[in-house]
């Protein structure tokens, strides 16, 4: 199993050390609130309950159960399971620990160790450590572009960087920084951390690609411009969004009073045009 090493140095020169660049795309048309695939303000607490095969029938709280296969979970593991995860498999798994210890083949991952497992990768080992383990567990659909070998991260060994918003040729630092985990040249998807504080604000802005993001620390606001008009509420920690490409959100009354320490995901490049109002 390779240990990411230079991930994150490979993805920063890729973006050309921007957290993300800003572009002046056609968007397709804001989706309708009634979108199957929108998911906004969920909170892992109040999710509800289903079993993961991938887990040997696990109960698990079920962040995203989407029609194209797609799942997202928080799993809890008692100290000592153990699971070689099936041959295979349909999906390929990216992983963060949330709380304790879990090993993947004898490797230890600790709070805010990553993995990406392709589905086309040797079947792993997991065993929980001895206080259990808390995961946040995203499976998609295998794609050509997964790779075939696992790739373990430790992300708090990894420095944060400021994030630079490059809008045509102007670029500004924002109250940001990033940690990138995965990023595929070929497709441009992408999974990084996020840290936001206090003093970070945008306007509304919308992306021609789909967006998910899980709050780890923190709390954030947002607002989200629906068909019916702006909604807004609010992520505390636990809390899952999966925004498909075309609706605007942000707005100067997003933000934080403390920081917001987030997990994103998107599928393709994330550009982003920006707008004054919520239209």
């Given at each position: 199993?390779?240990?990411?090493?230079?991930?994150?140095?490979?993805?920063?020169?890729a973006?050309?050390?921007?957290?993300?660049?800003?572009?002046?795309?056609?968007?397709?048309?804001?989706?309708?609130?009634?979108?199957?695939?929108?998911?906004?303000?969920?909170?892992?607490?109040n999710s509800?309950?289903?079993?993961?095969?991938i887990?040997?029938?696990?109960?698990?709280?079920?962040?995203?159960?989407?029609?194209d296969?797609?799942?997202?979970?928080?799993?809890?593991?008692?100290?000592g399971?153990?699971?070689?995860?099936?041959?295979?498999r349909e999906h390929?798994?990216?992983?963060?620990?949330?709380?304790?210890?879990v090993?993947?083949?004898?490797?230890?991952?600790?709070?805010?160790?990553?993995?990406?497992?392709?589905?086309?990768?040797?079947?792993?080992v997991?065993?929980?450590?001895?206080?259990?383990?808390?995961?946040?567990?995203?499976?998609?659909?295998?794609?050509?572009?997964?790779?075939?070998?696992?790739?373990?991260?430790?992300?708090?060994?990894?420095?944060?960087?400021?994030?630079?918003?490059?809008?045509?040729?102007?670029?500004?630092?924002l109250?940001?920084?990033?940690?990138?985990?995965?990023?595929?040249?070929?497709?441009?998807q992408?999974?990084?951390?996020?840290?936001?504080?206090?003093?970070f604000?945008?306007?509304?802005?919308?992306?021609?690609?789909?967006?998910?993001?899980?709050?780890?620390?923190?709390?954030?606001?947002?607002?989200?411009?629906?068909?019916?008009?702006?909604?807004?509420g609010?992520?505390?920690?636990?809390?899952?969004?999966y925004?498909?490409?075309?609706?605007?959100h942000?707005?100067?009354e997003?933000?934080?009073?403390?920081?917001?320490?987030?997990?994103l995901?998107?599928?393709t490049?994330?550009?982003?045009?920006?707008?004054?109002?919520?239209?």
């Amino acid at each position: 199993m390779k240990t990411a090493t230079s991930v994150g140095e490979r993805i920063a020169k890729a973006v050309c050390q921007t957290a993300i660049v800003w572009l002046v795309l056609c968007v397709p048309a804001p989706a309708s609130a009634a979108d199957p695939d929108l998911v906004l303000f969920r909170e892992t607490a109040n999710s509800p309950e289903a079993t993961l095969a991938i887990l040997g029938d696990k109960t698990v709280r079920m962040l995203n159960k989407a029609r194209d296969g797609r799942r997202v979970a928080v799993a809890e593991l008692p100290a000592g399971w153990s699971r070689e995860l099936p041959g295979g498999r349909e999906h390929t798994v990216e992983l963060l620990v949330l709380e304790g210890e879990v090993s993947v083949d004898g490797s230890a991952l600790g709070p805010y160790h990553y993995a990406h497992l392709p589905a086309a990768a040797p079947s792993p080992v997991w065993t929980a450590g001895a206080a259990g383990a808390r995961l946040l567990l995203f499976l998609d659909p295998s794609r050509d572009t997964d790779g075939l070998q696992a790739r373990i991260m430790d992300t708090q060994s990894v420095p944060w960087r400021a994030g630079v918003v490059a809008q045509r040729d102007t670029g500004r630092t924002l109250a940001v920084e990033v940690k990138d985990l995965l990023w595929v040249e070929d497709t441009g998807q992408r999974t990084w951390l996020l840290r936001m504080g206090a003093d970070f604000e945008f306007p509304w802005e919308v992306h021609d690609t789909a967006e998910e993001g899980f709050l780890l620390e923190g709390h954030f606001r947002l607002g989200e411009c629906l068909e019916q008009g702006p909604v807004h509420g609010e992520y505390r920690a636990g809390g899952y969004f999966y925004r498909p490409a075309g609706i605007p959100h942000g707005g100067l009354e997003s933000g934080t009073d403390s920081i917001a320490f987030f997990l994103l995901r998107t599928p393709t490049n994330l550009t982003v045009k920006f707008q004054d109002t919520c239209e």
